[in-house]
């Protein structure tokens, strides 16, 4: 079974320029997160999309950071523009909506952001 | 969610068991104990969850006090490989299929030595 792909791996950008990260679940996941991890700290939810709507974005800087899901499929999270705190990798999960491990989340390999 | 504390490193050598410790004393009724571990430059990976019976999968052995209030995570016979830093969380079940996010603390960095 694939896992859950993500693009780019790496991307470096300067401060005030924007980016863009795909992810593509694995097949079937209606339940699609973002996660930001700054170096030394655990992951923090950004946004969680069930299908194409989103669940929780209560985290999520609204002001630079946008995120959508449009077919209920694929999902792109897009920085504009990036500040320098914004260097960190972002994670991208998803999980189904049967119960019991079938609700296990699982994660990608990460889009390291570095802005300088 | 209820928080959990671990501590955040701990050690083992190679071939013997790791014992990770988590406290999880204001757990709710329908709160999970779940684990996972993030070795270096890759994505979290899902180890086990339990509720509150011990529960063991070919990764590892979850073990949960009576009182759900701590549990242990064991890794039977460590390798090189299990360094890593391993997080436990606690996950509320919400009704039907529907689960809460996973809060990720700071976690406990395994070191496996030779």
């Known amino acids: 079974e694939a896992g859950v792909a993500q693009s780019p791996r790496y991307k470096i950008i300067e401060k005030r320029q924007s980016v863009a990260f795909w992810c593509n679940p694995i097949?079937?996941?209606?339940?699609l997160y973002w996660y930001q991890q700054i170096l030394g700290q655990g992951p923090k939810l950004l946004i969680q999309?069930?299908?194409?709507?989103?669940?929780?974005d209560s985290q999520l800087p609204k002001d630079r950071f946008s995120a959508e899901r449009l077919k209920g499929v694929d999902s792109t999270l897009k920085i504009q523009p990036a500040k320098l705190e914004d260097s960190a990798v972002y994670l991208c999960?998803?999980?189904?909506?049967?119960?019991?491990?079938?609700?296990?989340?699982?994660f990608g390999e990460g889009s390291w952001l570095t802005v300088v | 969610d209820a928080k959990t504390t671990q501590p955040p490193s701990m050690d083992c050598a190679e071939g013997r068991a790791a014992n990770l410790p988590c406290n999880h004393s204001t757990i709710s009724g329908n709160e999970y104990v779940y684990w996972y571990r993030q070795i270096h430059s890759q994505g979290p990976q899902y180890i086990i969850h339990?509720?509150?019976n011990n529960e063991t999968n070919e990764m590892a052995s979850l073990i949960i006090t009576e009182d759900r209030k701590s549990s242990t995570l064991i890794l039977p016979h460590a390798t090189l490989r299990d360094t890593a830093v391993y997080y436990c969380i606690v996950r509320v079940a919400l009704g039907g299929t529907s689960y809460g996010k996973l809060t990720f603390g700071q976690g406990t960095i395994l070191t496996v030595h030779p």
């Open positions: 999309f069930q299908n194409n709507g989103v669940v929780d």
């Open positions: 999960a998803s999980s189904s909506l049967r119960g019991g491990k079938g609700n296990t989340i699982y």
């Open positions: 339990g509720l509150k």
């Open positions: 097949s079937g996941h209606a339940t």
